[in-house]
């Protein structure tokens, strides 16, 4: 349980000491209750439960086993999904124009807008899953399953600053400032990427390192001011947001900066053959080596997070920052280190996208909303490096679905912004998906016992 | 006897408990870097000429005279009265007193009046339309910084700001196109913002969830839903659905005369007066009402709220509604307010600037209010300045405001300290 690599873990004072194995930076309150009022319940009344022992069967393996599925964590998960789907299909029928148009004779010929919204829920949300998933209407398998290639190409910078956010959260620290953080890894890694003359492979990775420290860097500001003044993170890293954006769009406009020569764009010119990362599957597959990368990514921070010793220290200092103090752990140095890993990762992120997505040259806008969305996938992700891989995959698929849904439906890619937040929101609050579906509450798990003594019971 | 009873009751802890001065070299420090950057300018970069600053418009009643200053003197004693304040703020510390406010606002204001004019050489300065804009930038900062500050003072972190403003633009600027009254518009970006706070509150006083989460989420929400409802209904029907009629200017009879603060403040639209009102009534509400207590020890300790009979999650559910009611009222600047259509994402970061004005502020709403107007000064400025034509690249006349957020934060504000209970819900036990 203790970190062997730790000394001072075992030895750690008791109110220093925080628990290992929590896995969920962020705690569920109305997950928890239950659980003690269970526990209060059995230790409670020991009487009453001997005697309702007495009078009820206890129940059948079978409904134990429901109970279980339909309480668990899986099953919310998949409502919450359905449930998304489901909003978005009314938003999708109501505003498609063949279902109000049938809406206005609804009551001669029902069948006709039942019919109507049917063909266009079904045909966005197959759109959906065969731009993200697999492509039937192709004749060859390697045609067909591009879709997939695809999804993971969009995951895979959602992964990488996913990671980043969710390593942040764990130190009780909110790092909106991905899209900042992109920018500057992006820019570093692409001037390398085109102003240096390198052999193959070393030229990829001295650009990938550069990316990496220009993230950290940036990251690392935000995470110095606060350690030395104090400084809120939230304000920081939002600020150097736009510092960054602004000082990225005057590098590409300045000639001999990063604007490409001979052209009046704010835009840079393509990356050399030399940086560009190989993509994994062939010429005709987008997905890049970034991919490994954030797969590589992902044990690392779960390394990092569940195996060292500054993992311990991470979490140590955001369960709570006091007690970590008097435990003797520089909490000064941690919101340092975090801040510099978590824009690391981010600055993967904006690698990624520069040297393997778009590698022809980028704008001020390469960081495309990443950082944001960063959030909402580490948040889905339960701030675990897993469960945000898990949760970059998803969101990998729900952008590339819906720009092939918005090209063959003509319904808009925003849909995909309401369905994605919308199961953010369902996952978060999983009593209200049980009270939606009717399931039993986990902490019903035990009858409830009467609270009645022999002689009320009696009469 | 009795003497030696009493002789340990002056004990020595009583003696040493002297009042214990915590100085910081903060101020000192951030003047001096502010001091340096003048002094940078004034040797790199020496600007020959003069600058005019224009102090009235055509249409005034009571015309000033234009201030014409030669840049080079001017920007010189600027520094050296600079260099002053830096020394005075340096004394004052090391005496171990605080620097006071006022010295802080007047060093802010001899180094604005340095940069501008050493940016502005050989141009003339619209003063009142610099100021002008800058209100009119700020509004939206305002309202929302006031949502933020009830929201977090009641014990609600409140992310969701954005949305808010969001919700609002979209909702005045539809309601106002169909019934071509933006008062209607208003009403209604009220209640769409307030939709959007009830959310928020049910879910992280209810279902428990982070408010954090909730509040990035709605702000996801939001965006998809107006975004989606733009392309799909707005954006083919826009002579119905998307013109939407603006607020006319409503000069203040007397008031509007005044001055250079006469055009300033009194010569705006509905929206920015009703500003006015909710600043001073947010302050005296939170701060010298039966309300304010209550809402205030809510979010600092709803324990001992609740033991003296507050309902703690009505009373938080409430107060967030109004605050999303009041993001709401200042989404419709965005539309109604200037006479824009409705566009995607047209908030454009506004209230993560407003979030940040909240904690700049201190969860104080009259500082959160000078924040947001700082916000709107730095933006307005760069506009000008661009207009006037000045030797620094735009890109980094636009970054000046954050960076001197970013000093500033760090450098004068340091470590804050919120409402207490503010993001944790309160389960009654």
Redesign the interface.
Known sequence: MSDPQHPDAAGTPGPGKPELDIDVA?E???AV?PDEEIAADGAGAPGGTAQAGADVPPPSRWHTMLHQITTGNAIISVLAVLLALLVGAI?IAF?DERVQETAGYFFARPGDMLFAIWDSVSGAYAALFQGSVYNFRRDTFLAGIRPLTETLTFATPLIAGGLGVALAFRVGM?N?GGRGQMLIAASVAGWIGFGFDLPWGLHMLVALVGGLIGGALWAGIAGL?KA?????E???T???N??AF??V??MLR?PGLLQAPGSSNPKTPAMKDTAIFPSLLGPQFNLHFGFILVILATVVVWWILSRSSLGFRFRAVGENPNAARVAGINVRNMYVYAMLISGALLGLAGVSQVLGTVTTGFTAGIDAGIG?DA??VA?LGRSTPWGTFIAGLLFGAFKAGGFSMQAAEG??I?????????I??FI??P??VRTIFRLPDPASRRRPVPNVSQEVKVK | MSATVQQPAPSPEIVTLDTTVVTSWKAPIAFAVFTLLALALAVFAPQDGETTFRLSTQSDLIQLSEITVPTMPALWTTIVLLAIATAYSAVLVSSKRRVPLWLIVVFAILFMFGFLTWAASGAAIPVIGLLFGSLSLAVPLIYGSLAGVIGERVGVINIAIEGQLLAGAFTAAVVASLTRQPLLGLLAAMVAGMLVGMVLAVFSIKYFVDQVIVGVVLNVLVIGLTSFFFSQVLAPNAGLLNTPPRFERLPIPVLSEIPIIGPVLFRQTLVVYLMYVAVALVYVGLFHTKWGLRLRAVGEHPQAADTVGIKVNRTRFWNVALAGAIAGLGGTFFTIGSGIAFNKEMTAGAGFIALAAVIFGQWDPIKATLAALLFGFASNLQNTLSVIGSPVPSEFMLMLPYVVTIFAVAGLVGKVRGPAAAGKPYIKS
């Open positions: 962020i569920e309150p109305g209750a938003m505003t909110f909106i001011l030395r003044t104090g400084a809120h939230v304000i920081v939002i600020m150097l736009y510092v602004y000082l769009s005057w300045t944001f959030i909402t948040l319904v808009p925003e849909i995909v912004l309401v369905v994605q937040s919308l953010v929101l978060a609050a009593p209200l």
